[in-house]
Structure formats: C-alpha cells, structure tokens
C-alpha cells in the first residue's frame, strides 16, 4: 500500500500532448501488449507476464522511464522460480488507477 503521506502536488505526469500520447501508444504495445492477465489491486493493479525473453528488459525500461515522469507511481517487481513468470504491481496514490487504465485501454 502506498504511503500515505505522498504529497499531492507530485501527483503528475510530466509529459504532455504528442509526447504524453507517443508514451501511451508505446506502452501498450511494449508492456501493456504483454500482460498475461492482470488483477485491480486496492491501491492500483497487478500485472503477470511470462517469463519470455527480453520482458526483464522492457519492464525494467519502462520503470525507470516512468519515475521520471510520474514519479509518484510505486513498482514492485518479482521473478518466479523456473520461469514461471513476471509479476508488476504497479501502484499510486487515490486517482493513479484510472491514468494506469488509460495506458490499458487498448486490451
């Protein structure tokens, strides 16, 4: 659960317009394409993938490219034993869900 004293002025993003755009439709095809199956979580979602070669990858970029622009978002990332696959919770502050279902909204 995200901490509670986020401070709602960091509550964001960054980008605008075409570039805030441009991020989106990457997204969804990069990371979001990707997800096995996904569950709403109280403070935001929980993604799986399978443990196919270069997820590590794209989901490592992707975090690091998004606590630049939305630094307000928590990741917690795990790897299942024997290649069971890869687990995203990603996590905000009240109101973060709906700009993570936005970047799903082409599923």
Known sequence: M??????????VCKLTGPELQKRKAALRKEVFSKVRKFEEVEDGFHFCFADREGILERLADYILAERKCCPFFQFELTIKPDKGGVELKLCGPKGAKSMIRELMDDR
């Open 2 to 11: 995200m901490n509670s004293t986020v401070n709602s002025s960091l509550f």
